[in-house]
């Protein structure tokens, strides 16, 4: 049996480890955190995020071989292999405002292990890091005086909220860095075989720490560079009459460039795009790579301007005033399948129509109360409806901005009798059928598409 810790029971803490307990019911795993309530909902019925097929896990592993905790220092001392999924948020003070990473709560986490340490460990970066971070790692906790000596490992995480169960379960590849040191070397070996139980070998890569660390900031720059590329395609749709649908289609048709993550949208949200892409922009200045930073930042305001883009275009077509209307906001989530708000655009698209003074109703399956904190002060300006017709009623607009499956399948025509009119849908996720929306009397405005209105002299402007 191996103990095996982790620290940090948030998203991906919370989602990774009961999936691995579940495939290793012989060693023993631990979760801990320094949050109380987080640990306290883990342990109850109601698990603190909303990840499909997660709870089941959990059920099945749950004070077997899978126990959740708040005594950290207790747990580190009895650890063989912790992994650390702590959060590494962009900084907000200091030098590297705004880009750099935090690492804060990274460096309290290796001093813990070092102080509560009477045996040698793996330590496995899960977190997302800067490059070279593992040397700094290794630094503080080989700095004991004891003679233990600590394996810093690199297994960055590619699981995608709403789909954390289904990536862990099969994913793409499970990447591990390590130093090639013969007790570096054992050390990927011990997490190789970890994950080799229910993971075919040749999905397991292994390489320098370095390597592995740069490449979780660069998989979720290319993923994010996509979407920023498709996007600002969709702007030029617009001016063209051309369809962003089928421009992805037809370029996605090529193997070369591929289908997946073209689907253009209000902007891409969630915790980790920008902030990894800001971190990746920040290491390129701190090496002196400044073309190289400016041309990764461009991903990021791309993705600014397009969240603007869509704001001021439902002002525009709204008669260049929302000051008192009543606009439905469906979906508050960043994406379908999670209850995270996280960077979401629904919330920046709030903002936006706020400051214009619109009267804002949101409304979301499973997001409110994220979106709820994450808005602040402005909470008490919006009013939260669960249900989309009640949030729909006497509304001048709806706006689509989170793509959840159930607001594809709901009666627009009842919803369309109970607005304000002219009645005013903006699609910002392309997840409706927009002609049978027209038909039905909507004036209907999508991303990448030509606008279906009856309204005359009202069409998009850009921001
Ligand atoms: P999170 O904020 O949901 O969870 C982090 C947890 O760490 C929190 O519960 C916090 O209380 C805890 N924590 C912080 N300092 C601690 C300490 N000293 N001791 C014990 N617990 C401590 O963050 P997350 O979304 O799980 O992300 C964690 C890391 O994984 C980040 O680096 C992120 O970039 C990366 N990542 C996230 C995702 C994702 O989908 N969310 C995917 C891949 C990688
Ligand atoms: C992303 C990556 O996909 C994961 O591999 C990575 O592990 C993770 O970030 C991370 O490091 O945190 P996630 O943010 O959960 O996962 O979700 P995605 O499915 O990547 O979507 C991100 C955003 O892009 C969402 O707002 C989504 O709606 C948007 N998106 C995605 C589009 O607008 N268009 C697309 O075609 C795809």
Not at 101 to 116: G, H, P, V
Not at 173 to 197: D, H
Not at 327 to 336: E, P
Request: glycine residues 6%; negative net charge.
């Amino acid at each position: 049996m191996t103990n095996i810790l982790c620290i940090g029971a948030g998203y991906v803490g919370g989602s990774t480890m009961p999936i691995i307990a579940s495939h290793c019911p012989e060693d023993r795993f631990v979760i801990v955190d320094i949050n109380e309530a987080r640990i306290a909902a883990w342990q109850s019925d109601q698990l603190p995020i909303y990840e499909p097929g997660l709870d089941e896990i959990v059920w099945r592993t749950r004070d077997k071989n899978l126990f959740f905790s708040t005594e950290i220092d207790r747990h580190i001392a009895e650890a063989e292999i912790i992994f650390v999924s702590v959060n590494t948020p962009t900084k907000t003070f200091g030098r590297g405002a705004g880009r750099a990473a935090d690492l804060q709560y990274w460096e309290k986490t290796a001093r813990q292990i070092l102080k509560n340490s009477n045996s040698s460990k793996i330590v496995v970066e899960k977190s997302t890091l800067p490059v070279r971070t593992a040397e700094a790692m290794e630094r503080i906790l080989n700095s004991n005086g004891n003679g233990l000596h600590f394996d810093v490992l690199s297994n960055p995480e590619f699981l995608a909220e709403g789909t954390a169960v289904r990536d862990m379960q099969s994913p793409n590849r499970i990447l591990i860095g390590g130093r090639e040191t013969e007790s570096g070397q054992k050390a990927v070996a011990k997490l190789v075989e970890l994950y080799a139980r229910w993971i075919p070998r040749e999905r397991i890569i292994t390489t320098n720490l370095w390597s592995s660390e740069l490449s979780k900031l660069v998989a979720n720059a290319f993923l994010a560079q996509r979407i920023s590329s498709i996007n600002s395609i969709s702007a030029l749709c617009e001016k063209t009459e051309a369809d962003i649908s089928e421009v992805a289609n037809a370029i996605g048709r090529d193997e070369r460039i591929g289908n997946r993550f073209l689907q253009s949208s209000v902007g891409f949200g969630g915790s980790c795009f920008k902030k990894d892409i800001l971190n990746l922009v920040y290491l390129c200045e701190h090496y002196g790579l400044p073309e190289v930073a400016r041309y990764w930042e461009q991903v990021v305001l791309m993705n600014e301007y397009q969240e603007s883009r869509f704001a001021a275009n439902m002002v525009a077509s709204m008669f260049n005033t929302v000051a008192g209307k009543r606009i439905a906001l469906f979906g508050a989530a960043f994406k379908a399948n999670t209850s995270d708000t996280r960077e979401s655009p629904a919330l920046e698209v709030c903002r936006a129509l706020l400051e214009e003074h619109a009267k804002i109703v949101i409304t979301d399956p499973y997001a409110m109360e994220n979106a709820s904190q994450d808005l602040g002060e402005l909470a008490a300006r919006v009013v939260f409806e669960p249900d989309p017709y009640a949030a729909a009623k006497s509304a001048h607009a709806i706006a689509i901005l989170t793509e959840w499956k159930q607001y594809a399948e709901l009666d627009y025509e009842r919803i369309y009798h109970s607005m304000a009119k002219p009645a005013f849908l903006f699609d910002g996720r392309n997840l409706l059928n927009h002609k049978k929306l027209f038909e039905l009397g909507f004036n209907v405005y999508s991303i990448g598409k030509p606008p279906l209105t009856r309204l005359v002299n009202v069409g998009l402007t850009s921001a």
